[in-house]
T-cell receptor, first 115, second 112 residues
Framework: DVKVTQSSRYLVKRTGEKVFLECVQD?????MFWYRQDPGLGLRLIYF???????EKGDIPEGYSVSREKKERFSLILESASTSQTSMYLC??????????????FGSGTRLTVV | KNQVEQSPQSLIILEGKNCTLQ??????????LRWYKQDTGRGPVSLTI?????NTKSNGRYTATLDADTKQSSLHITASQLSDSASYIC???????????FGAGTRLAVHP
């Protein structure tokens, strides 16, 4: 069974802290994605990566950065956490990008609260 | 602007009843349309994926339809169960740009 694993289900951090959200997939997928999900809004793309050491900005990259040193791992970094970044964060991976007919596989999500 | 609109925002039904969720989109060019189920506090799980040429696809008690001419899709749930309580998200893939456009979801509650 394919898996996308996010390291934490729940996180509580203080304003100004540097926060790392980790995502690991075991499907040998080239493509990995970070989204945030807020009530009443659809998932919004923060960053994505099509290859190791490659990254592209999504729709809302401000305040975030990413790292992909290995194919299976894609990290989201909040350089200086703010209360506006309190949200559910979802990682996903796919073999052929967004147009693939095989779909994405999502992780279980990390609910981050910044106080 | 490419958008995906879902209705209703929320729905309550009794166990055993059927229901239909709606999705309208303005995404162009279109590549495919997906329905996901998301349990509270969990990540979305794929139910169906349909391309332009497909107008219906089933996954157990879930049946999705697609009318690419009117840019509408529906998800029909038959003989609902308590475990169907979740959010259902419609997602359209924007062809050529490798981008997914997400609806805000319909929150379904199935009561005994």
């Amino acid at each position: 069974d394919v898996k996308v694993t996010q390291s934490s289900r729940y996180l509580v951090k203080r304003t100004g802290e540097k926060v790392f959200l980790e995502c690991v997939q075991d499907m040998d997928h080239e493509n990995m994605f970070w989204y945030r999900q807020d009530p009443g809004l659809g998932l919004r793309l923060i960053y994505f990566s099509y290859d190791v050491k490659m990254k592209e900005k999504g729709d809302i990259p401000e305040g975030y950065s990413v790292s992909r040193e290995k194919k299976e791992r894609f990290s989201l970094i909040l350089e200086s956490a703010s209360t506006s970044q309190t949200s559910m964060y979802l990682c996903a991976s796919s073999s052929d990008g967004a147009s693939a007919n095989y779909g994405y596989t999502f992780g279980s999500g990390t609910r981050l609260t910044v106080v | 602007k490419n958008q995906v609109e879902q209705s209703p925002q929320s729905l309550i039904i009794l166990e055993g009843k059927n229901c239909t969720l709606q999705c309208n989109y303005t995404v162009s060019p279109f590549s495919n349309l997906r329905w996901y189920k998301q349990d509270t506090g969990r990540g979305p799980v794929s139910l169906t994926i349909m391309t332009f040429s497909e107008n219906t696809k089933s996954n157990g008690r879930y049946t999705a339809t697609l009318d690419a001419d009117t840019k509408q899709s529906s998800l029909h749930i038959t003989a609902s169960q308590l475990s169907d309580s979740a959010s259902y998200i419609c997602v359209v893939s924007e062809g050529g740009y490798n981008k997914l456009i997400f609806g805000a979801g319909t929150r379904l509650a199935v009561h005994p």
